[in-house]
């Protein structure tokens, strides 16, 4: 079975610091890894995916993430980080699965970026 | 703008009540999915459907029912079954295929028990 692990539910960081928010995951055969960010309220918007290739996956808003398969690890970064980064991040793993090829995506469950200006 | 609506953004509903939330999408995808959200529970599949006339239970079906009748829509009843319904419910859309899709997200509509 495939899973993800986000270890912290809060990280702090202060405006113009670089970020990073950890991803963890596990599946049976090669990952396919999504970063998707939260608005209170609001649905979820897509910020990048490793599918294969360069480890460094670069997204939108500036936001990047480095695929490490020896450590298991999808951990998001951005340079320097906004006020207006503040957000829910979720990491998501996919893995083939079900009747038909349906393409299952298992969610972490969220981590809030606070960052103080 | 292309796009996927949910409506209505709140719903309140009573003890015993159905209640079904409208998910429309202008994306040609071919697939579509219900999640339920909950505090520190991050996205739980409630269903998926991959074509029209077609879908499949997720994780947590229990309570709830589907349909696609038609490309564009999927809507979910939450019924009187489902004992716990105060939740932030998300549908989804992507593209199908052998290529690695993301998924597109609505707005969410947030529903309350009274």
């Known amino acids: 079975a495939q899973s993800v692990a986000q270890p912290e539910d809060q990280v702090n960081v202060a405006e113009g610091n670089p970020l990073t928010v950890k991803c963890t995951y596990s599946?049976?055969?090669?990952?396919?890894l999504f970063w998707y960010v939260q608005y209170p309220n609001r649905g979820l918007q897509f910020l990048l995916k490793y599918i294969t290739g360069d480890n460094l996956v670069k997204g939108s808003y500036g936001f990047e993430a480095e695929f490490n398969k020896s450590q298991t690890s999808f951990h998001l970064k951005k340079p320097s980080a906004l006020v207006s980064d503040s957000a829910l991040y979720f990491c998501?793993?996919?893995?083939?699965?079900?009747?038909?090829?349906?393409?299952?995506?298992?969610f972490g469950t969220g981590t809030k970026l606070q960052v103080i200006p | 703008d292309g796009g996927i609506t949910q409506s209505p953004k709140y719903l309140f509903r009573k003890e015993g009540q159905n209640v079904t939330l409208s998910c429309e999408q202008n994306l040609n995808h071919d697939a579509m999915y219900w999640y339920r959200q909950d505090p520190g529970q991050g996205l739980r599949l409630i269903y998926y459907?991959?074509?029209?006339?077609?879908?499949q239970k997720g994780d947590i079906a229990e309570g709830y029912s589907v349909s696609r009748e038609k490309k564009e829509s999927f809507p979910l009843t939450v019924t009187s079954a489902q004992k716990n319904p105060t939740a932030f419910y998300l549908c989804?859309?992507?593209?199908?295929?052998?290529?690695?899709?993301?998924?597109?997200f609505g707005p969410g509509t947030r529903l309350t028990v009274l």
């Open positions: 459907s991959q074509i029209v006339n077609d879908f």
């Open positions: 599946v049976s055969g090669n990952p396919y």
């Open positions: 989804a859309s992507s593209q199908t295929g052998t290529s690695v899709h993301e998924q597109f």
């Open positions: 998501a793993v996919r893995d083939w699965g079900g009747p038909g090829g349906y393409q299952k995506v298992t």
